[in-house]
């Protein structure tokens, strides 16, 4: 890389959700921030960190992407976008990955492509068998809660009783009334 050219750059999200404790508890946010802006590539050159509110894929926060040098571009480097980037390893790792080269020079870290993303990610589906187990779950719960109701006294099925009580009394009594009348 030429010392004119430019070294690679960090954007790095803090919107809504990355670099909260709300939706990642347990990260020093704060402390990752600092940590990624005193990277530095092979020539010993202080790699841009730029902070964006929003990325757009919350899901996968926290994000990072790394654009390329312009040695890196030249060599045919895109962006390349990170999510969950919330462990200190990761930080050691990219920062190996930005001396050797980062994108166009050097290949993805195998430590980092588990946290391989893209800025058109869609959020992941809900499967099917857990949103039948969840349906199964609420009418289990729906039925225990009809069996307890009907189990109480005065619930449904003391009520159910005392109709049928009521309504074999009254046919008693009008087949009485009938026998009187003849």
């Known amino acids: ?5 430019k070294p690679c750059q960090l954007v790095v999200c803090r919107g ?15 402390g990752q921030l600092e940590r990624l ?8 050159r202080q790699v841009p ?8 894929i919350c899901f996968k926060a926290n994000v990072v992407v790394v654009q390329p040098s312009a040695q890196g571009r030249a060599g045919g480097g895109r962006p ?14 990219l920062d190996d990955w930005i001396f050797e ?8 870290p195998e430590s980092l492509e588990p946290h391989l993303t893209s800025k058109n990610a869609k959020k992941p589906k809900k499967s099917k068998l857990r949103k039948k187990a969840k349906a199964k779950k609420k009418a289990a719960d729906a039925d225990r809660a009809k069996r307890k109701d009907e189990a109480r006294p005065g619930g449904k099925k003391d ?12 046919a008693t009594a009008k087949k009485a009334d009938k026998k009187a009348k003849k």
Not at 37 to 44: K, Q, T, V, W, Y
Not at 49 to 56: A, I, N, Q, W
Not at 82 to 90: A, H, I, K, Q, S
Not at 101 to 108: D, R
Request: aromatic fraction near 2%; charged fraction near 35%.
């Open 16 to 30: 809504c959700c990355c670099g909260t404790k709300k939706k990642r508890p347990g990260v020093d946010h704060k």
């Open 49 to 56: 960190v730029r902070v964006s509110k929003c990325l757009g």
């Open 101 to 108: 080269g980062g994108p166009g020079i050097a290949p993805v």
């Open 1 to 5: 890389m030429s010392p004119s050219g």
């Open 80 to 93: 390349v976008w990170l999510g969950e980037f919330t462990e200190d390893r990761l930080i050691d790792d």
């Open 159 to 170: 009520k159910k009783k005392k109709k049928a009580k009521k309504a074999k009394k009254s």
């Open 37 to 44: 802006s005193g990277l530095e590539d092979h020539e010993g």
